[in-house]
C-alpha cells in the first residue's frame, strides 16, 4: 500500500481497547502519531512503527485525522480544549473523532468550539468491548458533520463493521447511552431470572438452554448468564465503566426531564457494587450482589 | 396413521393458544375430547373431528393423556380438583399436563394429590406466543415425573420443537417464571432505551439497527422495540396475562426470600398500566406509559 497517499493518523489513549484499535489503523498503512498518559502502554505500538508525540497537541499538530479513547469527560475536555490539547495544535481541515463514551452535550460543544477553528470534531463512541476491538468488528455510533464522516469513515472501517452516522454532533454519544440504558435494566433482569432459577433448585444451565433462543433471549442472558452461572467474573467490561455510563446516561435523561426507572434502580445496585469494593469485576458480577441477597 | 395404537388425547382450554395446539393433535391423528368454559370456541375442533364433553372430568374420564391450558391458577385448582374437574375422572395410569402459566407450589400439590390416585401430572407451560402455538414451535418446560414424561413426549412434539424436563413437580412453572422475570426488566430497558433516542432527536430505527446485534441486542429489543417505534400495540401477548405471571413470580420469591428489585419495578409500572385500563394491549405497550411521561 501506498502510504503517502494516506492521510496521517494521530491516536490518543491506548488502553486495553485503544491499543487493539490503533493496531488496526497501523497495519493498514496509515502512518501513525500516539500519545498516551501512561507512555508504556505505546510501547508495542511503537514497536510497529507508531510515533509517539509528547502531548495531544503535538499529536493533533502531525495528523489530519486525530482519534481519542480516554476515560471520562473530564479527560475528554482536557484533551481537547486544555492548553496543551487536540484543538491547540490541529491545522485547519483536520477532524477529530472521539471514541470515548461521554456526555452528548460536552461532544456537541467540543464540535461547536472545534469549528470555529475549521477543525472537524465527530463523536464516535463503540460497542463491542476489547473483543470486538481486537477483531476490528467494532460497532461505531458517530454524531456531527456528514462531510466529515464520509473523509473518515475509511479509517474507522479499519476498527469496526457496523458504522452509522446517526445525526449532528452528540448524536452518537446519544446512540450509545441508548444501548447502555437497554443493557442496565436487562442485565439486572438476567441476574434475577438465573437467580431464581437456582433457588428453585433447577439447573439453570439447562433452564437457559431453554429460554435462550425466545422471548427472554439476548446477548446478555446467552453471554453473561454463563459466567454468572459458572462464577466467571472476570472483567470484559469493567463495572466502574459501565457506572460511569450509567451516570451519564440518568444525566443526559434529567436533561431532557425523561423519568428512567428501570435505569434508576440498576444505578442504585451498581452503587451498591462500588461500595463494597468490587469496581474492577465485570459489569455482569452484579449478579454478586444477588447470590449475596444484597440487591 | 393407525388411530388405534394411539393414546385418547383430552384438551381442556381452547384459547388462542389451546386451539392451535389442539389442532396439531388432532392433525397428528390422535382422538381427542375437547371441553371449554365457552364451547363455542372449541367449533372449530369440533368440525375437524373432536368429541365435545361437558366437564373435565368427563374428558378425563375418556382420555389417558389429559391436557390443560386455561386462565389462572384459581381456574386450574377447580380444573384439577373441583368436583366436576379432572381427578374426579381420570382413571388411575393416566397423565395429565397443565401448560397453564400457573403457580409452582399449586403445580406441586396437585401433582401429590394425583399421584395419590395413581394418576400423574406434569407442569408444562410454554413460551412462544400464539405464533408458535399456530406454527408448532412452542418450547414447552416441564416439570414432574420422568417415566410420564417418556410416555407424553410425542404428544408433546407435536406442539412444540424445544422441550426438556427440568425436574420434579412445579420445575416447569419455575422455569416459565424464570423466563418472565428476564423478561419483565428486559422490555423495561427496550422502553426506556428507545425513548431516551427518540427524545434526543435520533431517528430510533437507525439506532436499534447498529445495537440491535451488540450488547444490548435481543428478542424484546428487535421484536418488541420496531413495534413501539411504529406504534403498533396490539397484542401478542396481553398486559393483563404479564402481570398475572409477575404476580406468580413476585408471590413464589417471596416463599424463597428473595428481593428482585428488577422484577418489583417492573411491577409496579404494569399495575399503573392496568389501572389506565390497558389490560388488554400487548404487554410492549408498557410504552406507552414512557410515551406519557407516566413512568
Redesign the interface.
Known amino acids: 500500500m501506498n502510504t503517502t497517499t494516506l492521510p496521517a493518523i494521530g491516536f490518543i489513549g491506548t488502553g486495553i481497547m485503544g491499543k487493539s484499535m490503533a493496531l488496526h489503523i497501523l497495519k493498514a498503512g496509515y502512518r501513525l502519531y500516539v500519545f498516551n498518559r501512561s507512555k508504556e502502554k505505546t510501547s508495542a505500538l511503537i514497536e510497529q512503527g507508531a510515533l509517539w508525540c509528547e502531548s495531544p497537541k503535538e499529536v493533533a499538530a502531525h495528523a489530519e485525522i486525530i482519534i481519542t479513547i480516554i476515560g471520562y469527560p473530564k479527560d475528554v475536555e482536557e484533551v481537547y480544549l486544555g492548553a496543551n490539547g487536540i484543538l491547540a495544535g490541529a491545522k485547519a481541515g483536520s477532524i477529530a473523532i472521539d471514541m470515548t463514551t461521554s456526555s452528548?452535550t460536552l461532544a456537541a460543544r467540543i464540535a461547536k468550539v472545534a469549528a470555529e477553528r475549521e477543525v472537524a470534531v465527530l463523536d464516535a463512541p463503540v460497542?463491542?468491548?476489547d473483543i470486538g476491538a481486537r477483531d476490528a468488528r467494532l460497532?461505531i455510533?458517530v454524531g456531527g458533520d456528514s462531510a466529515a464522516f464520509k473523509r473518515v469513515l475509511p479509517v474507522l472501517e479499519c476498527m469496526g463493521n457496523?458504522i452509522?452516522l446517526?445525526?449532528p454532533a452528540?448524536?452518537g454519544q446519544?446512540?450509545k447511552?441508548?444501548?447502555?440504558?437497554?443493557?442496565?435494566?436487562?442485565i439486572?433482569?438476567?441476574?434475577?431470572?438465573?437467580?431464581?432459577?437456582q433457588?428453585?433448585?433447577?439447573?439453570a444451565s439447562?433452564?437457559l438452554?431453554?429460554?435462550g433462543?425466545?422471548?427472554?433471549?439476548?446477548?446478555?442472558?446467552n453471554?453473561q448468564g454463563p459466567r454468572m452461572i459458572s462464577g466467571d467474573f472476570a472483567p470484559g467490561f469493567m463495572a466502574e465503566h459501565f457506572v460511569k455510563d450509567i451516570g451519564l446516561?440518568i444525566e443526559?435523561?434529567k436533561e431532557?426531564?425523561?423519568?428512567?426507572?428501570?435505569?434508576d434502580?440498576?444505578q442504585?445496585?451498581y452503587q451498591r457494587m462500588l461500595d463494597k469494593g468490587m469496581n474492577r469485576d465485570g459489569y455482569h458480577a452484579l449478579y454478586q450482589l444477588y447470590l449475596a441477597?444484597e440487591?
Not at 431532557?256 to 435505569?263: A, D, I, S
Open positions: 452528548p460497542s463491542g468491548g460497532s455510533m457496523n452509522a446517526l445525526g452528540g448524536s446519544y446512540a447511552l441508548c444501548n447502555q440504558i437497554v443493557i442496565a435494566s436487562t439486572m433482569g438476567v441476574c434475577e431470572g438465573i437467580r431464581y432459577a433457588e428453585a433448585g433447577l439447573d439447562a433452564v438452554k431453554v429460554i433462543s425466545g422471548a427472554a433471549g439476548g446477548t446478555q442472558l453471554v446516561a443526559s435523561a431532557m426531564n425523561l423519568h428512567l426507572p428501570g435505569l434502580q440498576a442504585r445496585l441477597n440487591a
